[in-house]
């Protein structure tokens, strides 16, 4: 602790406290297709929270193959945001998700478009 100190100058500092919200984290909400609002029970969401949602689900209801912890056996709710695959891996979630979120292409075309407009 004295080389700390020594370094330093015996001078210690207080951080502020961490905040939790959306905006200080980075993490935005988004409006989603109406089948995901309708299984997480909102209309905007960030993409963690989806995927925090459906694994309360599924751990919720049991729904982890017991041979295979690694797979998914979707229920009908599921069904309906997973395109009625009967069985998925956990790593395919976030891919099944991803339509489900709106695209930025949109925004990517009006930035290129503007660039070359300036030129």
Sequence with gaps: MTAFSRVFGGCRTLMAKATSNAAATGIATVPVSKTLASFAGESELSRATAVKK?????????LQNPENRKEIICDDKLKTI???????????????LSPHFPKSGLMIC??????????
Excluded: M, P, R, Y
């Design 54 to 62: 459906v694994w309360e689900h599924i751990k919720g209801n049991n």
């Design 82 to 96: 997973f395109e009625g695959k009967d069985k998925v891996g956990f790593t395919e979630i976030a891919k099944l």
């Design 110 to 119: 009006l930035c290129f478009f503007l660039s070359k407009s300036k030129q």
